[in-house]
């Protein structure tokens, strides 16, 4: 297959090579969940924690926090069931059945007592399994957290459609656009950008089924110690109407934490993390 | 390495067969087409170091650095002897399978195959170098576009993006295949096999189809042969998966016959 030539010099690295993570499939019932992993279970008592991403993306936008993170735990990053390298789920996805498909997950990797980083969906996602299994999740730190208005709800579902891929590739260039337009100076896309073009990516479903997650009610429901941070993305305004409705925990603000920050910021962020897990942070 | 399979660990006098995917894409292309040859056989495709979700190797490899890391592939899965099908970039490597250790692959398949002079592999350089690190969503629309241009006709964008998405999944490196593959010695590799392996060829209208042909002379074994599949672009593993593994069956199973058994559920491993 031919592509198109250019011109740019080799720059000799390579950023979006894998090199701590190992990564496996799990058979959950009649699917295969797609996992990375780090860290060992030998070297510590301390419980796993489980990363979970946003929509479109997969466990890969983890790689640089998982690198960050691995000496000090084990850290594994599932691809959502639908995401990645994950099989779908068979009925109409939402928050509640992805997290069903996580838990299963644990149980399959036999993982007692976990704690949860959540990314949007994923925050979503981890506040939804966080309720299905109080006793088994110990903590959760979430990036995002939307708390949406009945008026922001009706705009998205009046704005968003899934995306049709097109013979001039059209579709490419303006999910390019979309997510390079506000985001950290270096941060590689490309490294992320195969999981944007996902065909189930391109579907809407992801984001409706955040929009439509009832994280509100849920938040005060959940009884676990929860840190949310609030990066600087287009659902800030959503996430801090989150700090209110903790009931054990805090809300943090990240100015200038750009889309980017996953990998930019992987360092600041695993001490950030590693603080709250570690009982440092109240 | 990244493994999908599909079929029976042992199928009573059907070998093995290794499906080897072209540049920049992986082995999920042949998703469709591992089901159905999973029938009756042990179907299986591995994305090569550096694509899909394999780790990469840590400098450009030659081919015969792909042919060493499939053959230690093989080993752990426990797979000793085989028929072995690539396309384009996946051609070369079959070839270099073949050549390497003839003692365990069996048969050939091609999906297309084209071997440059030096003074043509001069004037191919463009094709080696790195894509744009920060590569951009023109660069990878300009991909996008020439799959297109190449596919079976009426195949939709939604099939192409069944796929698609592989060609990026290690971006920084995509290119390493074709640096592998524009050098190797095809006329070489062919001189070594001379009359041993029966090799099937097939030329479908893409973007090889002026280049292919040029193979015919080297294909010393009465039982090879070379079918051109006018009408038939990128993409016909899924479009015309049954035609294609009907044609390729013929020619893999000519000295067995056992019935086909029923449909194969893919796997993925590592």
Known sequence: LVIPAVDEACTGNNPSSETNARKAYARVGDRHLHYRVAGSRRTTRTPALICLHAAPFSGRSFVSLLEQLDHNRQILAPDLPGFGDSDPLSQTPDVAACASAIGLLLDALGLETVDLLGHRLGSAVALELARQRQSQVRMLVLFSAPVFTAEERADFERAVRAVQPSEDGEHIIHSWQAFRVRSLEGWNLAAQFADVLRPQALAAWASDALYRYPLAERLVQVSQPVAIYNPDDEFSSATRRAGPLIKNGFLAELPDWLPGFLDIKAATMATLVRDHLDGAVR | ?270
């Open chain 2, 1 to 270: 390495m990244h493994v999908y399979r599909a079929g029976p660990d042992h199928a009573h006098g059907k070998m093995p067969l290794l499906c080897i995917h072209l540049t920049p894409l992986a082995a999920v292309v042949y998703s469709k087409f591992l089901a159905e040859m999973g029938r009756d056989r042990l179907a299986i495709a591995i994305d090569t170091p550096g694509y899909g979700n394999s780790d990469p190797p840590p400098t450009p490899p030659s081919i015969a650095d792909y042919t060493s890391a499939l053959f230690d592939a093989l080993d752990t899965l426990g797979i000793a002897q085989l028929d072995v099908m690539g396309f384009h970039t996946g051609s070369k490597i079959a070839l270099d399978l073949a050549r390497s250790q003839p003692h365990r692959v069996n048969r050939i398949v091609w999906v297309s195959i084209a071997y440059w002079s030096a003074s043509e592999v001069v004037g191919r350089d463009v094709y080696s170098r790195p894509t744009d690190n920060e590569a951009d969503g023109n660069y990878i629309a300009g991909l996008w576009r020439e799959i297109v241009r190449w596919s079976t006709p009426g195949r939709t964008p939604e099939q192409i993006a069944e796929t698609f998405y592989a060609s990026q999944l290690q971006p920084e490196i995509s290119h390493w295949g074709y640096r592998a593959a524009f050098p190797y010695d095809v006329e070489q590799a062919m001189a070594e096999i001379g009359s041993s392996k029966p090799v099937l060829v097939l030329n479908p209208d893409d973007d090889l189809r002026d280049h292919t042909p040029r193979i015919r002379p080297l294909l010393l074994h009465p039982h090879s042969r070379f079918v051109d599949l006018p009408g038939w672009g990128h993409g016909f593993l899924d479009l015309k998966t049954a035609e294609a593994a009907a044609i390729i069956r013929v020619f893999l199973d000519q000295d067995s016959r056992v019935n086909q058994g029923s449909g194969a559920l893919l796997t993925p491993e590592y």
